[in-house]
């Protein structure tokens, strides 16, 4: 079953073309990294995929729902951590995902059984009191994947989600999205960085809004390591 897809989208800022005919799907269960330097186009994709802008052409789907006929069957599907945090500094942990599991309709033992479960498998359940300002950036990371998880979506869009952490939190964070994958979730992982990829994992290249390659990882690299693929295709080191 496809989880995610995305046919014939193109977007532009006045002249600038940021997406040209981009057009790509993601099988359910999989880890998909969506690859490219700064400014390819991730957060414009990411921008049409959450529906904060709307594509003049092209189509979208989510678990199989049209997002131009029927966004909100959609974005019930979706969960999305961004790149920029988006929690509310000033509330605890326990505070924001309470919040946000009211904005889906969730309240009472439902909302607090959901809270519970995505703290535990966050390893965040200690930290349920403190304010969000206090955490550590890898810390908020966690927060935000646990909310975007509340309301159990099948589809999950993480935005450079390991920016400005330190090494060992970036790998406990892309381990866990890949451990999503494996329950069945479908996981589009934006990022600039090769090592972020594993050989198995579903890879779109995208560079200067265009999609430049999509296939596994291992096949994309070949003879190469993937760094070195992704700076022939591109022209950029990662």
Known sequence: MIGLEAQGLSYSYGQKHALEDVSFSVQSGVFCALLGPNGA??????????????????????????LRTAPRAALAELGIVFQQTTLDLDLTVCQNLTYFAALHGLSGRSARSRIDAALDQLDMRERAGEKARDLNGGHRRRTEIARALLHDPSVLLLDEPTVGLDAAARASITDYAHALAETGKTILWATHLTDEVQPGDDLI??????????????????????????????????
Do not use: M
């Open 41 to 66: 186009g991730k957060s414009t994709l990411f921008n049409l995929l959450t529906r904060l802008f709307v594509a003049p052409t092209g189509r979208i789907e989510i678990a199989g729902h049209d």
């Open 205 to 238: 290249i995208l560079h200067q809004a265009r999609i430049l390659a999509h296939g596994k990882a291992r096949d994309i690299a070949g003879d190469l390591s993937l760094q070195d693929r992704f700076l022939s295709l591109t022209g950029v080191q990662a």
